[in-house]
């Protein structure tokens, strides 16, 4: 009996072993971190670089809380109408509208997000144009088990026109378009993600204001908006 009894807890022990083994190359979303906001920019420097308020960073670890390398990060902005984004980005893709790239050795993916939205600032509170509300971007990763959701995130961007053909990059046209967005919350329309430039999960008069002191910064360093053609992507309902 003790030959079995050593067999059977040696047997339970390589079970948890190979389960821990198995387990080690899983995203898991719990110990994983997605930020709550990804402000979606231009370029700056005459188009040299992205603008780097929109600098975002996806940390992937497994059920052991240890950092996975190599990991595939994807930004699903698919379900976003009213956010496209612009070709010209690293890791952008049109076609599957995705931002993506690999883990470093710390299990984290850091982006860049260009795009822009395309509300045309034509409706009159409390009409608003559609789009998404919070949480509108799917994140996931895959280190070659499979995809696994770590979460979702609200796209918020600074060029709020510039995909309906109208200003590159944020204006004043932009500051206007935030403030219909504020006016027609306060008649009672939903929230949209895209006007949240304070990124508070909520849209007030302090966005029409962060929104205008965006402008005046890009001003500033050479803000040239979106450097390449914007996905085509159809229009929100």
Known sequence: MTGLVRKATLLGVCGLFAASIAMANV???????????????GKVNGGA???PVGLAT????DFANNPIAGALVTLDFSGCCDINL???????SCAARTVSGLT?????????VLAAAKDPGTRVPPAQYGGCGHGGVTVRANAGTGDVTLGTTTAVTLDVNGAAGQSNGATISDVGNVLNLFGSIGLGAPYKGRGDINLDGNITISDVGVELGHVGRLGLIGGVGCTGAFCAKPACP
């Not at 995203?27 to 920019?41: E, G, H, K, T």
């Not at 470093?104 to 850091?110: K, L």
């Open 86 to 92: 612009c070709d010209a980005g690293v890791g952008h």
């Open 58 to 61: 996806v940390t992937v670890r």
């Open 49 to 51: 670089n992205p603008d």
């Open 104 to 112: 470093n050795g710390s299990g984290q993916f850091s982006f860049t």
């Open 27 to 41: 995203p898991d979303p719990a110990r994983s971190s997605v930020p709550a906001f990804v402000l979606c920019v």
